[in-house]
């Protein structure tokens, strides 16, 4: 089993920033490939940005490319999201997922999921 713990959310206006983190613990050995998702009201859970633990590969969406940026912390077992240039829909509940496809964007890939933290960006 693997644990996450996603923290850092908040509010801010248009323009601002903030950074997400996401706590791995237990069998972080599976975690080859880390994620973040975001759901905003009414909506799917949407694909933000993936990283492959082994070598720091990323990926991102189209819609946060450029201003969002993902990485680790290997002796902490962590991840960053670091986002820049808010946007009113980048509100969302933002989710960590940890899972076994390196740089998948489907959640189906994901095995382990966090509680997930509020983003949200006031115009």
């Known amino acids: 089993q693997v644990q996450l713990v996603e923290s850092g959310g908040g509010s801010v206006q248009a323009g601002g920033s903030l950074r997400l983190s996401c706590a791995a613990s237990?069998?972080?050995?599976?975690?080859?490939?880390a994620g973040w998702f975001r759901q905003a009201p009414g909506k799917d859970r949407e694909f933000v940005s993936t990283?492959?633990?082994?070598?720091?590969?990323?990926r991102y969406a189209d819609s946060v490319k450029g201003r969002f940026t993902i990485s680790r912390d290997n002796a902490k077992n962590t991840m960053y999201l670091q986002m820049n240039r808010l946007k009113p829909e980048d509100t969302a509940v933002y989710y960590c997922a940890s899972g076994r496809v390196a740089l998948g964007a489907d959640p189906a890939y994901y095995d382990y999921w966090g509680q997930g933290t509020q983003v949200t960006v006031s115009s």
């Open positions: 990283i492959y633990w082994s070598d720091g590969s990323t």
């Open positions: 237990g069998r972080t050995f599976s975690w080859y490939a």
